[in-house]
């Protein structure tokens, strides 16, 4: 038995042999299970791609799609984010597996204003999503609702044309105007009577101002959405506003 002794030398190049033959191997199918990354451009270190963005964000990931085709990756700070120009592969996206690619990232603003996160548009796929939807297509979309509402809506829009009427031949700000029907439309489903007189004018005014604060803090690019480790320290004050203007808002 003597002259199949290994010694303490040949027994540690077996079991060196042995895990490195072991981990090639499960290296090996760990790279095939895991898809390919699509192609991209180059980023910096730690900022990605974010510096070589331009200001006409269509044009430019069109000019990239020409190049990289109509899948690629970009790296904006910590976050990798992938862009598809495709019409099959939207359609892919939004419609075939939708309940893949249905969960949102929110940005900061967005997840404070939203208490969490917890509406609609940013909530996560899953029981709460659905039935937030079936209350929103019950209670708002169902074929009675809308036609219930279709005497309302009309006479609003009426009521409109016959206000322009009166100010012909003086500017009209169009994006209060069409602002202020749509609030008045919602405002009567949800509590009924008509909104008007200068008191609705002046309410519906600020009202505008505050949501149009909301939608460009939501739209604002933020550093903490590309580097969330800087969430925290709330770098350029979005988060201060979003609280300021919804007093009370938790998330």
């Not at 799609?65 to 939004?94: F, Q």
């Not at 796929?125 to 009309?154: C, H, T």
């Not at 939501?218 to 004050?237: A, R, W």
Request: aromatic share 10%; with cysteine.
């Amino acid at each position: 038995m003597d002259e199949f002794a290994l010694s303490p030398l040949a027994l540690f190049l077996l079991l060196a042999s042995i895990l490195s033959c072991s981990w090639i191997i499960s290296l090996t199918n760990s790279k095939k299970q895991i898809p390919p990354s699509p192609p991209g451009p180059y980023g910096l270190p730690i900022l990605g791609y974010l510096p070589f963005l331009q200001p006409n964000l269509h044009h430019h990931f069109t000019k990239l799609a020409h190049r990289y085709g109509p899948i690629y990756k970009l790296w904006l700070g910590t976050k990798l984010c992938v862009v598809i120009s495709s019409p099959s592969l939207i359609k892919e996206v939004v419609r075939d597996q939708d309940a893949i690619f249905s969960n949102r990232d929110p940005p900061v603003a967005a997840f404070v204003a939203t208490g969490g996160g917890l509406d609609i548009v940013w909530s996560p796929y899953g029981p709460y999503w659905r039935d937030m939807r079936k209350l929103f297509v019950r209670e708002m979309l169902s074929n009675n609702n809308i036609q219930a509402s279709y005497l309302l809506r009309k006479e609003e829009v009426r009521r409109v044309v016959r206000n322009l009427r009166g100010k012909m031949g003086e500017p009209v700000d169009i994006g209060k105007v069409v602002f202020l029907t749509e609030a008045n439309v919602v405002m009567n489903l949800l509590w009924g009577g008509m909104n008007s007189g200068e008191k609705w004018d002046r309410l519906g005014g600020e009202f505008r101002e505050k949501v149009s604060k909301l939608v460009d803090l939501v739209g604002k690019p933020n550093i903490s959405d590309f580097f969330p480790g800087l969430g925290k320290f709330d770098v350029q004050g979005i988060e201060k506003e979003i609280r300021k203007a919804l007093p009370g808002v938790r998330g």
